[in-house]
């Protein structure tokens, strides 16, 4: 395979584009993609990469840059970069260490299992996504401090600076960004006191200049006093007041709580590549493992990519991982999740026994498996490798885009409104459509499910691929999706970025594909097969790393957003 990536990469050199100036290109592949000396950073704004570039070029380590971005995209990315949310960050150390940081929200100490149920046990619309009830304790600042304090290499004063920045001083939105704001305006009137500053006389217009006073004093505060500066002292007394307004249920004690842990990454074997990804509480990485496995044993390649044979296998492997997730998934602080049966050969063997080449298995006469025999989608990833060969990815959300749209008072901050990944009653679907049970019900101090799904694949022993995906339940169907158009199609990081993809959740019983995914050849035989189809509109945004052998990295940014990879 190497062979093929070394003539792209040869031939992209030859053919490379004059650079631009901020860039030092070695060579292009397609406008949002650079292949460049030493580290690169991909994020879902031109904004967040430039500066978690900026953090490498001057001495920082990979992490130092991750932690950077992380900050800036609360600043320039307020649709899903936050420090109102949570995330998973999964580093990989150039020795080959490898380390997850799960800054996932957390329920609140006043939360119960039936919070969003009336009186008849019915679900109150709204109650889990829209309301200052929907949040959960946020993660992000505490992870990020706790990942500098791990492997930070600059201060972290210098790692935030550039978010406080940017903040103060404003930056150009860009035109998805001001359609967005605009979109949202009515939701950000209604469910906020004052004018928030994503809320202008006028519309917003690309290029308009988005300042956020607030959210850069907040930052100032976390830069000057750490931990303290967000969950004690002005920051934390702003959100409580906030959540008084609100009938809100954070509370002091909940902030000063608050702890983000380290966990152990799960891998897997897949054809001789090792794909690192992330445990629970994200669903994500089990999902990603038990496709590989499931998919494994048949020959993708010789079957082609997308033909309606490939897709149908595909389909019925997700179909398998989804109704598991219903069943098993949680917070392991909370509940035994079975994850080492749930990804053993053997027992996803026996998951596939069922699986009929010619014919669609009904979601209605597959339940989950017993693994006692033998996890607006909005949310954004970025990926981040530098010189050395140390390596982030590292997925953060708000759930919603702009989380429940309120801003913490004077904070600045959007909150999040992550509650609503818990199963709010069990088999009642949440706003991604997944349906839960009891090891994903409400108790306080738990963390939702989630399933965001940061990877990293090796081979022999060697850093090859970093990525990951915004997307709600898509992430671990997309994250799988460009893995097997590397490792089993031999595409380039940049057109497997770009393919088209197409995702089944068991519920709803369709697959549901970009327009580009599934021709008419391929749709008309799974539908034969007994598969629903539904075209949708795009399925996850990847941002992506591949390192050659060479050391040389191609950074891939996913044109199904304002993605943008920076390097040198
Ligand atoms: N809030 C989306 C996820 O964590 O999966």
């Known amino acids: 395979m190497y062979k093929i990536i070394n003539s792209l990469l040869v031939f992209f050199i030859l053919t490379a584009c004059s650079p631009k100036s901020e860039k030092k290109y070695v060579g292009f592949i397609e406008d949002q993609d650079i292949v460049v000396d030493s580290g690169a950073v991909v994020s879902a704004h031109p904004q967040s990469s430039r500066i978690g570039v900026s953090i490498l070029k001057k001495g ?49 100490s006043g939360s119960s299992r039936d919070m969003y149920l009336d009186k008849s046990g019915n679900v109150i619309p709204g109650f889990s996504t829209d309301t200052h009830l929907s949040s959960g304790v946020p993660g992000t600042v505490d992870g990020m401090i706790k990942a500098h304090s791990k492997y930070g290499k600059l201060p972290f004063k210098e790692l935030i600076q550039p978010a406080i920045d940017l903040a103060e001083h404003g930056f150009p939105v860009t035109l998805r960004q001001a359609q967005d704001l605009n979109s949202n305006r009515k939701t950000f009137v209604e469910r906020n006191s004052f004018k928030t500053a994503f809320v202008k006389d006028s519309l917003w217009r690309e290029g308009d200049t988005l300042i956020q006073p607030a959210l850069a004093e907040t930052l100032k505060r976390i830069r000057d006093y750490g931990r303290d500066g967000f969950y004690a002292g002005k920051t934390a007394r702003y959100l409580i007041k906030e959540m008084k307004r609100g009938n809100g249920i954070i509370s002091e004690q909940d902030l000063m709580d608050y702890k983000s842990v380290s966990r152990q990454s799960i891998s897997t074997l897949y054809k001789g590549f090792k794909i690192i990804t992330v445990p629970p509480p994200s669903g994500g990485g089990i999902i990603l493992i038990q496709l590989l496995k499931m998919t494994e044993p048949y020959p993708l390649k010789e ?32 509940v035994e999740v079975p994850e080492k049966q749930l990804v053993s050969q053997k027992y996803l063997n026996e998951r596939m026994k069922s699986f009929n080449e010619n014919h669609a298995t009904s979601s209605l006469d597959l339940g989950p498996g017993s693994p006692e025999k033998y996890i607006s989608e909005e949310t954004t990833h970025y990926s981040v490798v530098d010189a050395m060969g140390n390596a982030v ?4 959300t708000l759930n919603n885009g702009f989380g429940n749209s309120i801003v913490a008072d004077s904070a600045g901050f959007l909150l999040n409104n992550e509650m609503d990944d818990f199963s709010v009653k069990p088999g009642f679907p949440n706003m991604y459509g997944l349906v839960g049970g009891e090891a994903n019900s409400i108790k306080p101090g738990k963390r939702m499910l989630s399933s965001m799904t940061p990877t990293i694949v090796e081979k022999n ?35 497997a970025v770009d393919a088209g993809r197409f995702h089944h959740q068991w519920y709803p019983d369709w697959i549901s594909f970009e327009k580009n995914a599934i021709d008419s050849l391929a749709s008309d035989k799974l539908q034969k097969m007994g598969h629903s189809l539904k075209e949708r509109a795009a399925l996850g945004s990847v941002n992506a790393i591949m390192i050659f052998p060479d050391g040389k990295k191609a950074a891939a940014a996913d044109k199904r957003g304002n993605n943008s990879s920076y390097g040198y």
């Not at 960050?89 to 329920?107: F, H, P, Q, W």
Request: one cysteine or more.
């Open 393 to 396: 990815a590292a997925t953060t």
């Open 303 to 334: 079957w082609r990519f997308h033909s309606a044979r490939s897709i149908h296998l595909i389909t019925e492997a997700e179909r398998r991982a989804f109704a598991d997730r219903s069943e098993y998934a949680g917070d392991p602080d909370f």
């Open 60 to 108: 920082g380590n990979a992490i130092d840059a991750a932690i950077a971005t992380e900050f800036a995209l609360a600043v320039c990315y307020p649709e899903a970069g936050n420090i109102g949310g949570g995330g998973f960050m999964l580093i990989r150390t150039s020795d080959g260490k490898t380390d997850v940081i799960d800054y996932r929200e957390k329920a609140p």
């Open 461 to 495: 022993g060697k850093l090859l691929l970093v990525l990951g995906s915004p997307g709600g339940s898509t992430i671990p169907t997309t994250v799988f999706q460009v893995v097997i158009n590397v490792l089993d199609y031999g595409l380039s990081i940049g057109k």
